[in-house]
């Protein structure tokens, strides 16, 4: 059997957890997606069966059968590539049908296992839906408001009457014509900025802004759970740690049993069998939960604190579905 890893070239924690699996004598193959049309092919074929068959192929000599996939790790988003011979739209259209076709052909695979499943990973992304589902298995999290409206915003920040921050809902690198722009958690000193019609442009998610003790990494593989302390020194690694990864410390930290046990049930809500939690460990004791990255990275925590992320990562490859 073999162990499908969808990454760039060039990842250093694909490679390495590749490497474990090599040790132990399981398959690997490494496929940049965004190879896909034009230096890797796929045949497929469905005839009645369970499941689709055929081969993975390219220019290198990669040769890969469907049928013998046992585990697909889809790291980081690497687009497809399109011919530029192309017009605009048609590239457009060909780019949805190398979506839905390769990458929905290696979805279908029967007794597979995914990290993660391409469909419930997308629902991840919502973090709208990942708080109301934390709540439901009783974390606890921030107040928060999702609104587009300036109004609605002042007034409840009015109404909190605690402090509040900013947050992207989607992620914190963002491309703006031709340049890259980083958004992180920011607080919001100004109520009254709220109230500026700009505001209303698209939808803003504010939540109150928790005092922190510290923050945690907590990196979860199947049943396995890896927790790590974060103490930040600087001003902006204190409101947000991703800004200024120079001004952090990590220690391993053990996790309450009740609070291990619902950041596993919330994992089987989601249909996540990989995610990396961002948590609080506030003034008062309490652990806030502040989401799940279904694709969050694991490799510099694990160099850090030599912590066995990766090992645990091959052993969930290995044993498959």
């Known amino acids: 059997m073999t162990v499908l890893m969808l990454a760039r070239h060039g990842d250093k924690v694909a490679e390495r ?10 398959s690997v193959v490494q496929v940049n997606p965004s ?7 796929m045949g497929a074929r469905l005839n009645g069966s369970l499941s689709w068959s055929g081969r993975i192929s390219g220019r290198d000599g990669l040769d890969v059968e469907l049928a013998g996939i046992s585990a697909v790790w889809q790291r980081g988003a690497t687009p497809f590539v399109m011919d530029e011979r192309m017009s605009s739209p048609e590239r457009a ?17 029967g007794d597979c296992l995914w990290v993660n499943d391409p469909v419930a990973a997308a629902r991840a992304e919502y973090k709208p839906f990942q708080l109301a589902e934390a709540a439901r298995v009783g974390l606890a ?8 409206d300036p109004r609605t915003a002042y007034d409840w920040a ?5 402090p509040i921050v900013y947050k992207p809902m989607d992620g914190v690198v ?7 722009r980083i958004l992180y958690t920011a607080p919001v000193i100004d109520r009254e900025s709220l109230l500026d019609p700009a505001f209303g442009r698209t939808a803003q998610m504010l939540q109150e802004r928790v005092q922190k003790a510290f923050e945690a990494r907590v990196t979860v593989l199947g049943n396995e759970v890896f927790a790590v302390r974060i103490d ?77 992320i990766y090992s645990a990562m091959a052993d969930l490859l290995e044993k498959g579905a």
Do not use: C
């Not at 957890?17 to 399981?26: D, I, P, S």
């Not at 190879?35 to 092919?41: D, N």
């Not at 999290?141 to 587009?148: K, M």
């Open 17 to 26: 957890v590749g490497a474990e699996l090599l040790r132990r004598g399981t």
């Open 35 to 41: 190879s896909f049309p034009t230096r890797l092919s």
């Open 93 to 109: 259209f060909a780019y949805g049908e190398a979506r839905r076709g390769f990458g929905g052909v290696l979805a279908a695979l």
């Open 141 to 148: 999290v921030p107040e928060t408001l999702i609104t587009s």
């Open 158 to 162: 009015k109404e909190l009457g605690r």
């Open 174 to 180: 963002h491309a703006d014509e031709g340049r890259v």
């Open 232 to 308: 930040a020194t600087g001003t902006a690694a204190q409101e947000d740690w991703r800004s200024d990864y120079d001004a952090l410390s990590y220690s391993v930290v053990h996790l309450p049993f009740e609070l291990r046990a619902k950041l596993l049930q919330l994992m089987a809500r989601l249909g996540l069998v990989y995610g990396a939690f961002d948590l609080i460990h506030d003034v008062s004791g309490r652990w806030v939960f502040l989401e799940v990255n279904q694709r969050g990275e694991f490799g510099w925590i694990a160099d850090a604190t030599g912590l066995g």
